[in-house]
């Protein structure tokens, strides 16, 4: 079955298509060890990874190899109901009374998406009555971030809840939580000696497909692909809150709402018809278009770095263009991928990648498409990962015209196996 990349699934997702209600195929497979027990604890492991990826694959592993992916090559459909949202504002309700100290993390270099979510898990943290603390690391935030930060100056108690990691490990207790939003990897956490000491207490929510590196025995774990965004998840936890306590503000709402654009580009990628409902009812709290807009400029310096980036545009395959960064220059890892979603804008242009140095010894990848080609098992295939038409990976240790190579070696060696 391996050898025939597990046809089988799509022969069942295709058979069943033309009915109502098309089934997907999810299979976890373990082998190689002798204690039966622990390759059914593997297995079982397998199968919830499959899952977390967004089902419709199959997940091999043997005793000590890497885990290997087949499948999860079609765009994942808008499959999640309310009713889940529902028990996971339950459970995250129950954990708050056995917590003195909710911390809430983004990952390192955060997005929209991350400091808006964090924003959104701290309002409902205090609709519970729980002190929440949103930790960011003031070093390497983007331009919109750094502007949103300076708005929140305008709010006291807002400004005070945000503190540096090197606070909260202070801070946390063996009663504190710690909440990873936007992320499920504890390498790329903005707070790495915070998870560390709150491992064993973490809650995960999060939209990207989960990898194999993952927290030990979380509390709660809340993924979902098919979601646009993570504050489009929590947005949806906000309808199953305490009334009668104060509820998001405009500057939250505004955040929230520029994490949803951000992450949809301007709700054209990735959006269900559950994305423009989170933005209706974040719009309704008062979310500010027109600051927004503000928070989301780019400064020159980096739009004149994108379109250089943009000028060494070359087609690697049919629909496929490629952009590469110089060796000796290190590029803003949000520059690269913005220069990657720019590409998709151009006519003819089904998926972008841009290649730059990201530091003295590392290389990034970030890649796009339009949904019809599956970048994200191209990225995987160089260690990286991410959703279907948006994904990225690093690579040490090489150049960029190394790093090319290995790109044009995986997009060739996906082709061939389709």
Same mark, same amino acid.
Do not use: W
């Given at each position: 079955?391996? *050898?025939?990349?597990?046809?089988?699934?799509?022969?069942?997702?295709?058979?069943?298509?033309?009915?109502?209600?098309?089934?997907?195929?999810?299979?976890?497979?373990?082998?190689?060890?002798?204690?039966?027990?622990? !390759?059914?604890?593997?297995?079982?492991? *397998?199968?919830?990874?499959?899952?977390?990826?967004?089902?419709?694959?199959?997940?091999?592993?043997?005793?000590?190899?890497?885990?290997?992916?087949?499948?999860?090559?079609?765009?994942?459909?808008?499959?999640?109901?309310?009713?889940?949202?529902?028990?996971?504002?339950?459970?995250?309700?129950?954990?708050?009374?056995?917590?003195?100290?909710?911390?809430?993390?983004?990952?390192?270099?955060?997005?929209?998406?991350?400091?808006?979510?964090?924003?959104?898990?701290?309002?409902?943290?205090?609709?519970?009555?729980?002190?929440?603390?949103?930790?960011?690391?003031?070093?390497? !935030?983007?331009?919109?971030?750094?502007?949103?930060?300076?708005?929140?100056?305008?709010?006291?108690?807002?400004?005070?809840?945000?503190?540096?990691?090197?606070?909260?490990?202070?801070?946390?207790?063996?009663?504190?939580?710690?909440?990873?939003?936007?992320?499920?990897?504890?390498?790329?956490?903005?707070?790495?000696?915070?998870?560390?000491?709150?491992?064993?207490?973490?809650?995960?929510?999060?939209?990207?497909?989960?990898?194999?590196?993952?927290?030990?025995?979380?509390?709660?774990?809340?993924?979902?692909?098919?979601?646009?965004?993570?504050?489009?998840?929590?947005?949806?936890?906000?309808?199953?809150?305490?009334?009668?306590?104060?509820?998001? *503000?405009?500057?939250?709402?505004?955040?929230?709402l520029a994490g949803i654009t951000v992450d949809t580009k301007s709700f054209s990628l990735r959006t269900g018809t559950r994305t423009f409902d989170a933005a209706s009812y974040l719009r309704s709290m008062g979310a500010n278009a027109l600051m927004i807009q503000n928070l989301l400029k780019e400064n020159v310096?980096?739009?004149?770095?994108?379109?250089?980036?943009?000028?060494?545009?070359?087609?690697?395959?049919?629909?496929?263009?490629?952009?590469?960064?110089?060796?000796?220059?290190?590029?803003?890892?949000?520059?690269?991928?913005?220069?990657?979603?720019?590409?998709?804008?151009?006519?003819?242009?089904?998926?972008?990648?841009?290649?730059?140095?990201?530091?003295?010894?590392?290389?990034g990848i970030s890649a796009r498409s339009l949904g019809d080609i599956n970048v994200q098992v191209v990225m995987e295939r160089l260690g990286g990962g991410g959703h279907l038409s948006n994904a990225a990976t690093q690579i040490k240790d090489h150049s960029v015209a190394e790093a090319k190579q290995m790109l044009?070696?995986?997009?060739?060696?996906?082709?061939?196996?389709?």
């Open positions: 079955m391996q *050898n025939d990349k597990f046809k089988i699934l799509d022969v069942i997702r295709q058979d069943t298509s033309k009915q109502n209600y098309p089934l997907t195929l999810s299979v976890g497979i373990a082998y190689g060890d002798e204690d039966l027990a622990q !390759l059914a604890l593997t297995s079982q492991s *397998n199968l919830d990874l499959a899952l977390g990826r967004g089902g419709d694959q199959v997940v091999v592993k043997s005793k000590d190899g890497q885990a290997r992916f087949y499948g999860g090559k079609t765009n994942p459909m808008e499959k999640r109901t309310r009713v889940r949202a529902r028990m996971i504002s339950q459970a995250l309700q129950e954990l708050f009374k056995q917590t003195d100290t909710v911390f809430v993390v983004g990952h390192s270099r955060p997005d929209m998406d991350a400091i808006g979510a964090s924003m959104g898990i701290r309002r409902i943290a205090q609709m519970n009555g729980i002190d929440c603390r949103i930790v960011v690391d003031p070093e390497n !935030l983007h331009s919109d971030v750094e502007r949103l930060m300076e708005a929140t100056a305008n709010d006291p108690e807002l400004a005070n809840a945000i503190i540096t990691p090197e606070a909260a490990v202070a801070a946390a207790t063996d009663q504190s939580m710690i909440v990873m939003v936007d992320h499920s990897k504890p390498s790329i956490t903005a707070a790495p000696d915070l998870y560390e000491k709150l491992s064993s207490r973490a809650v995960i929510i999060d939209h990207h497909r989960r990898g194999e590196e993952f927290p030990d025995n979380p509390m709660l774990v809340y993924i979902e692909p098919y979601a646009s965004s993570t504050c489009e998840l929590i947005t949806e936890m906000f309808e199953y809150q305490p009334t009668g306590v104060p509820a998001i *503000n405009k500057l939250e709402a505004t955040a929230m310096d980096s739009y004149i770095q994108k379109n250089h980036l943009i000028d060494t545009i070359e087609m690697v395959a049919t629909g496929m263009a490629l952009c590469t960064g110089e060796d000796d220059r290190i590029y803003d890892p949000v520059i690269a991928a913005q220069a990657a979603d720019s590409l998709l804008s151009l006519s003819g242009i089904e998926a972008g990648y841009v290649i730059t140095r990201r530091s003295e010894d590392q290389i044009i070696d995986a997009i060739q060696a996906v082709a061939e196996e389709d």
